[in-house]
Protein backbone atom coordinates (compact mmCIF):
# COMPACT_ATOMS: atom_id res chain seq x y z
CA UNK A 1 0.00 0.00 0.00
CA UNK A 2 1.49 3.38 -0.70
CA UNK A 3 2.47 5.96 1.70
CA UNK A 4 -1.20 8.42 2.42
CA UNK A 5 0.75 11.57 1.07
CA UNK A 6 -2.70 14.63 1.37
CA UNK A 7 -4.42 15.50 4.69
CA UNK A 8 -7.29 16.69 2.77
CA UNK A 9 -9.21 13.28 2.97
CA UNK A 10 -8.77 13.09 6.78
CA UNK A 11 -9.92 16.81 6.58
CA UNK A 12 -12.91 16.33 4.83
CA UNK A 13 -13.39 13.16 6.85
CA UNK A 14 -13.05 15.39 9.91
CA UNK A 15 -15.57 18.03 8.75
CA UNK A 16 -18.12 14.87 7.53
CA UNK A 17 -18.34 14.06 11.18
CA UNK A 18 -18.94 17.30 13.11
CA UNK A 19 -21.58 18.22 10.36
CA UNK A 20 -23.40 15.12 11.06
CA UNK A 21 -22.56 15.88 14.66
CA UNK A 22 -24.19 19.05 14.80
CA UNK A 23 -27.65 17.28 14.24
CA UNK A 24 -27.72 15.30 17.47
CA UNK A 25 -26.68 18.56 19.67
CA UNK A 26 -29.65 19.88 21.79
CA UNK A 27 -27.99 21.51 24.29
CA UNK A 28 -24.74 21.14 26.58
CA UNK A 29 -25.49 17.62 27.54
CA UNK A 30 -25.46 16.28 24.14
CA UNK A 31 -22.52 18.50 23.48
CA UNK A 32 -20.12 17.63 25.81
CA UNK A 33 -21.15 13.90 24.70
CA UNK A 34 -20.18 14.46 21.05
CA UNK A 35 -17.30 15.88 21.96
CA UNK A 36 -16.02 13.73 24.91
CA UNK A 37 -16.57 10.99 22.15
CA UNK A 38 -13.28 8.90 21.06
CA UNK A 39 -14.93 6.05 18.96
CA UNK A 40 -17.92 5.35 21.19
CA UNK A 41 -20.20 6.95 18.41
CA UNK A 42 -18.83 4.99 15.79
CA UNK A 43 -18.84 1.66 17.74
CA UNK A 44 -22.71 2.10 19.05
CA UNK A 45 -23.94 3.25 15.11
CA UNK A 46 -22.18 0.03 13.61
CA UNK A 47 -23.84 -2.12 16.67
CA UNK A 48 -20.36 -2.43 18.06
CA UNK A 49 -20.89 -0.85 21.45
CA UNK A 50 -20.89 -3.57 23.66
CA UNK A 51 -18.55 -6.45 21.73
CA UNK A 52 -15.51 -3.10 21.74
CA UNK A 53 -16.82 -0.65 24.14
CA UNK A 54 -14.32 -1.79 26.92
CA UNK A 55 -11.48 -1.02 24.40
CA UNK A 56 -12.09 2.90 25.13
CA UNK A 57 -13.11 3.06 28.64
CA UNK A 58 -9.90 3.50 29.61
CA UNK A 59 -6.88 5.87 29.90
CA UNK A 60 -6.94 7.42 25.71
CA UNK A 61 -3.15 7.59 24.98
CA UNK A 62 -3.89 3.31 26.24
CA UNK A 63 -6.52 3.16 23.95
CA UNK A 64 -4.73 5.06 21.05
CA UNK A 65 -2.08 2.15 21.66
CA UNK A 66 -4.46 -0.64 21.61
CA UNK A 67 -5.93 0.53 18.43
CA UNK A 68 -2.89 1.37 16.54
CA UNK A 69 -1.87 -2.28 17.41
CA UNK A 70 -4.95 -3.78 16.18
CA UNK A 71 -4.99 -0.89 13.22
CA UNK A 72 -1.42 -1.60 11.89
CA UNK A 73 0.18 -4.39 12.94
CA UNK A 74 -2.97 -7.15 12.96
CA UNK A 75 -6.26 -5.79 10.54
CA UNK A 76 -4.35 -4.31 8.03
CA UNK A 77 -2.27 -7.64 7.84
CA UNK A 78 -5.66 -9.88 8.20
CA UNK A 79 -8.29 -7.54 6.44
CA UNK A 80 -7.00 -6.86 2.90
CA UNK A 81 -8.97 -3.83 1.39
CA UNK A 82 -10.70 -5.19 -2.12
CA UNK A 83 -12.64 -2.08 -3.56
CA UNK A 84 -11.22 0.92 -4.02
CA UNK A 85 -13.60 2.75 -0.80
CA UNK A 86 -12.27 -0.34 1.48
CA UNK A 87 -8.59 0.95 0.39
CA UNK A 88 -9.27 4.35 0.82
CA UNK A 89 -10.89 3.45 4.21
CA UNK A 90 -7.55 1.84 5.10
CA UNK A 91 -5.42 4.22 3.95
CA UNK A 92 -6.74 7.18 5.85
CA UNK A 93 -7.00 4.63 9.13
CA UNK A 94 -3.21 4.02 8.50
CA UNK A 95 -2.54 7.80 8.18
CA UNK A 96 -4.17 8.55 11.36
CA UNK A 97 -2.97 5.84 13.29
CA UNK A 98 0.45 5.92 12.14
CA UNK A 99 0.87 9.65 12.88
CA UNK A 100 -1.46 9.81 16.12
CA UNK A 101 0.98 6.76 17.62
CA UNK A 102 3.92 9.03 16.66
CA UNK A 103 3.05 12.27 18.20
CA UNK A 104 2.60 9.62 21.58
CA UNK A 105 6.46 8.59 20.67
CA UNK A 106 7.63 12.26 20.02
CA UNK A 107 5.40 14.55 21.51
CA UNK A 108 2.93 13.14 23.35
CA UNK A 109 1.76 16.92 25.02
CA UNK A 110 0.20 17.48 21.41
CA UNK A 111 -2.23 14.27 21.91
CA UNK A 112 -3.49 15.28 25.14
CA UNK A 113 -2.24 16.09 28.71
CA UNK A 114 -0.78 13.56 30.48
CA UNK A 115 0.01 11.09 27.77
CA UNK A 116 2.85 8.73 28.24
CA UNK A 117 5.02 7.56 26.13
CA UNK A 118 6.34 5.02 28.09
CA UNK A 119 3.60 2.86 27.01
CA UNK A 120 5.39 2.09 23.51
CA UNK A 121 8.53 0.47 26.25
CA UNK A 122 5.26 -1.98 27.87
CA UNK A 123 3.96 -2.90 24.52
CA UNK A 124 7.32 -3.44 23.21
CA UNK A 125 8.48 -5.76 26.06
CA UNK A 126 5.00 -7.74 25.92
CA UNK A 127 5.28 -7.96 22.04
CA UNK A 128 8.73 -9.43 22.66
CA UNK A 129 7.69 -11.81 24.75
CA UNK A 130 5.20 -12.87 22.83
CA UNK A 131 7.54 -13.91 19.79
CA UNK A 132 9.74 -17.07 20.79
CA UNK A 133 13.54 -17.14 20.97
CA UNK A 134 15.28 -16.88 17.71
CA UNK A 135 12.30 -16.26 15.86
CA UNK A 136 12.46 -13.15 13.48
CA UNK A 137 10.00 -10.58 15.09
CA UNK A 138 7.39 -9.63 12.72
CA UNK A 139 3.17 -9.41 12.07
CA UNK A 140 2.97 -12.64 10.69
CA UNK A 141 4.70 -14.52 13.79
CA UNK A 142 3.01 -12.31 16.36
CA UNK A 143 -0.44 -12.80 15.41
CA UNK A 144 0.48 -16.61 14.75
CA UNK A 145 1.67 -16.98 18.78
CA UNK A 146 -1.34 -14.95 19.55
CA UNK A 147 -3.58 -17.19 18.00
CA UNK A 148 -2.21 -20.52 19.67
CA UNK A 149 -2.26 -18.78 23.09
CA UNK A 150 -5.92 -17.19 22.49
CA UNK A 151 -6.87 -15.14 25.09
CA UNK A 152 -4.69 -16.36 27.84
CA UNK A 153 -2.51 -13.22 28.05
CA UNK A 154 -3.20 -9.83 29.14
CA UNK A 155 -1.70 -6.77 28.49
CA UNK A 156 -2.11 -3.79 25.50
CA UNK A 157 -1.34 -6.70 22.81
CA UNK A 158 -3.37 -8.75 23.63
CA UNK A 159 -6.21 -6.53 24.28
CA UNK A 160 -5.38 -5.41 20.96
CA UNK A 161 -5.98 -9.07 19.55
CA UNK A 162 -9.11 -9.16 21.45
CA UNK A 163 -10.21 -6.09 19.03
CA UNK A 164 -9.00 -7.56 15.82
CA UNK A 165 -10.76 -10.89 16.55
CA UNK A 166 -14.21 -8.96 16.60
CA UNK A 167 -13.33 -7.18 13.71
CA UNK A 168 -12.15 -10.00 11.30
CA UNK A 169 -15.37 -11.35 12.60
CA UNK A 170 -17.04 -8.90 10.48
CA UNK A 171 -15.05 -10.32 7.39
CA UNK A 172 -15.95 -13.80 8.06
CA UNK A 173 -19.22 -11.76 7.26
CA UNK A 174 -18.10 -10.83 4.03
CA UNK A 175 -18.50 -7.83 5.65
CA UNK A 176 -14.80 -6.00 4.61
CA UNK A 177 -16.27 -2.52 4.26
CA UNK A 178 -17.89 -2.58 7.52
CA UNK A 179 -14.12 -3.39 9.17
CA UNK A 180 -12.62 -0.30 7.50
CA UNK A 181 -15.77 2.17 7.83
CA UNK A 182 -15.28 0.98 12.04
CA UNK A 183 -11.72 1.28 12.18
CA UNK A 184 -11.69 4.40 9.85
CA UNK A 185 -14.73 6.07 12.58
CA UNK A 186 -12.91 5.23 15.54
CA UNK A 187 -9.64 6.90 14.35
CA UNK A 188 -12.11 9.96 13.39
CA UNK A 189 -13.31 10.40 16.76
CA UNK A 190 -9.69 10.03 18.66
CA UNK A 191 -8.32 12.68 16.42
CA UNK A 192 -10.70 15.02 17.05
CA UNK A 193 -10.84 14.08 20.76
CA UNK A 194 -7.22 15.10 21.10
CA UNK A 195 -7.13 18.02 18.70
CA UNK A 196 -10.37 19.55 20.62
CA UNK A 197 -7.94 19.57 23.82
CA UNK A 198 -4.51 20.58 22.32
CA UNK A 199 -3.12 23.62 24.32
CA UNK A 200 -0.87 25.66 22.92
CA UNK A 201 0.32 24.45 19.90
CA UNK A 202 3.26 26.55 18.25
CA UNK A 203 1.84 29.43 15.95
CA UNK A 204 5.40 29.14 14.01
CA UNK A 205 7.88 26.90 13.04
CA UNK A 206 10.78 27.70 15.22
CA UNK A 207 14.43 26.57 14.46
CA UNK A 208 15.14 22.48 14.20
CA UNK A 209 11.84 21.92 14.76
CA UNK A 210 8.67 20.09 13.08
CA UNK A 211 5.95 21.77 11.92
CA UNK A 212 2.69 20.31 13.58
CA UNK A 213 0.71 18.72 11.02
CA UNK A 214 -2.27 20.53 9.60
CA UNK A 215 -5.07 18.55 10.40
CA UNK A 216 -4.79 18.56 14.59
CA UNK A 217 -4.96 23.30 13.61
CA UNK A 218 -7.78 22.51 11.31
CA UNK A 219 -9.85 20.06 13.75
CA UNK A 220 -10.43 22.27 16.90
CA UNK A 221 -11.48 25.06 14.19
CA UNK A 222 -13.68 22.56 12.94
CA UNK A 223 -15.04 21.45 16.04
CA UNK A 224 -15.61 24.57 16.97
CA UNK A 225 -17.58 26.14 14.14
CA UNK A 226 -15.51 28.02 12.45
CA UNK A 227 -14.35 28.16 8.85
CA UNK A 228 -16.17 26.66 5.91
CA UNK A 229 -14.22 23.29 5.92
CA UNK A 230 -16.66 21.42 4.13
CA UNK A 231 -17.00 23.42 1.39
CA UNK A 232 -19.87 25.19 -0.40
CA UNK A 233 -21.74 21.48 -0.94
CA UNK A 234 -20.98 19.92 2.39
CA UNK A 235 -24.29 17.98 3.58
CA UNK A 236 -26.25 18.06 6.76
CA UNK A 237 -25.80 14.42 7.42
CA UNK A 238 -29.35 13.75 6.07
CA UNK A 239 -28.61 14.21 2.59
CA UNK A 240 -29.02 17.77 2.34
CA UNK A 241 -27.27 20.84 2.05
CA UNK A 242 -26.16 22.01 5.30
CA UNK A 243 -28.05 24.78 6.07
CA UNK A 244 -26.36 26.68 8.90
CA UNK A 245 -22.46 26.63 10.15
CA UNK A 246 -21.02 26.74 13.62
CA UNK A 247 -22.91 25.47 16.65
CA UNK A 248 -25.60 28.48 16.75
Not at 207 to 227: D, M, N, S, T, W
Request: aromatic share 8%; charged share 20%; hydrophobic share 40%.
Amino acid sequence: MEPYKSSSGITQLVANHVTAGWWQIHGIASYHRFNDSRGQWTLDREGLLDALGWSLNRPFDESLLLWHLATDLFCFHLATPSSTQQRQAACRSMAMSNYMAYLLFVNPEMLIAGARRSLFKDAYEELEGIIPPNEPASSSSIIRRLRETGNSGSGVAHDAWAVTQVLIGLQVGEDMEKVWRVVQGVWVEMLCFSAGRVQGLPARQEHGERRAVPVLRVAPLVLHGHGDIGGEDAEDGHGGPRKTRGWG
